[in-house]
């Protein structure tokens, strides 16, 4: 269970650790294969940094921020001495600002942030459907209304179409649709574990979703510590909910090298602590 700053470590949003402690730092990045980098490059370990990674597996399965971010910050486990910064990639951005709040962290750094809306997700339902059966289409129950009033019903519902689907095309790729295969307890078992790796995405970007909401103790209050720091050609919500304003920094490289390159590690070191050792 995470142990957050007590009145007798910190003073709200401008806690840092401890002078002999290393400044904590809390990271949100969703953990999986992908093309591009991720944080754990930008080596902050190598920096000083005592860094947490809280999106770690078993990840939480909540579908509303508050008790998502809450679930998270147990991986960060004792942070009473105070978390000097937040940062978070892509759609985990969303959900960042709950984190921070709730860690009463003084900096907020957003890398390539963006919005989980519903067009996202209906998106994503689509193309894991589509991998498994290329007619797939999305099911007649896909209500956008119901993202917002009815989050777990809708994770119920994508859990048990998923898994049907996914079933299918096992038994179908093991050449045998006959009922006994529909029965196979090792085609269930597979279908069961794929649909699980999928359901933990869709938690994820059901609670960003839900990242509208204000967050835990209301806008996060230091306009010059809240940083977004972009590749070349990343574009921006228009707006950013629940924090008053925010720096902004382009790093010329492209997404899939971004978290990797030397400009980004040096930005976030500069902004993290402005006289640090080289990485």
């Known amino acids: 269970m995470v142990h957050l700053p007590s009145p007798g ?3 709200g949003p401008t806690a840092t650790a401890t002078p002999d402690a290393q400044p904590v730092v809390l990271v949100l990045d969703y953990p999986g294969h ?4 991720k944080l754990s ?23 509303t921020t508050e008790t998502y971010a809450r679930h998270a910050l147990n991986a960060a ?3 009473s001495s105070g978390v000097h910064a937040v940062l978070a990639y892509c759609m985990s951005a969303s959900l960042a600002r709950h984190i921070a709040a709730l860690a009463s962290a003084t900096h907020l750094l957003l890398f390539d942030a963006e919005r989980s809306t519903a067009e996202t997700i209906a998106g994503e339902v689509l193309t ?10 999305l099911p007649g129950w896909w209500n956008e209304d119901d993202l917002a009033r009815h989050p777990d019903a809708v994770m119920e ?7 049907e689907v996914i079933h299918a ?31 933990d995405w869709f938690a994820h970007l059901l609670a960003a979703y839900d990242a509208r909401s204000p967050a835990p103790s209301g806008p996060f209050p230091l306009a010059g510590a809240a940083v977004h720091i972009m590749s070349a050609g990343h574009t921006l919500p228009d707006d950013w909910p629940g924090i008053a304003s925010l720096a902004r920094h382009t790093v010329d490289t492209d997404r899939n090298g971004f978290a990797a390159a030397e400009e980004t590690q040096g930005l976030t070191l500069r902004i993290l602590r402005p006289i640090s050792p080289e990485i």
Do not use: K
């Not at 992908?34 to 980098?37: G, H, I, L, T, V």
């Not at 490059?41 to 579908?63: C, I, K, M, Q």
């Not at 519902?157 to 898994?163: E, G, K, P, V």
């Open 169 to 199: 095309a096992l038994a179908q790729d093991a050449g045998d649709e006959s009922p006994d295969a529909a029965e196979d307890p090792a085609v269930s078992q597979v279908a069961r574990s794929l649909t699980d790796t999928y359901v």
């Open 9 to 11: 470590t910190t003073e």
């Open 41 to 63: 490059e930008l080596r902050l370990e190598n920096a000083g940094f005592d860094v947490r990674y809280l999106l770690t597996r078993p990840l939480p399965r909540d579908v």
């Open 128 to 137: 894991i459907l589509r991998s498994f059966d290329g007619d797939a289409e």
């Open 77 to 79: 486990g004792d942070v």
């Open 157 to 163: 519902r994508i859990d048990a179409h998923l898994f």
């Open 34 to 37: 992908r093309p591009e980098a």
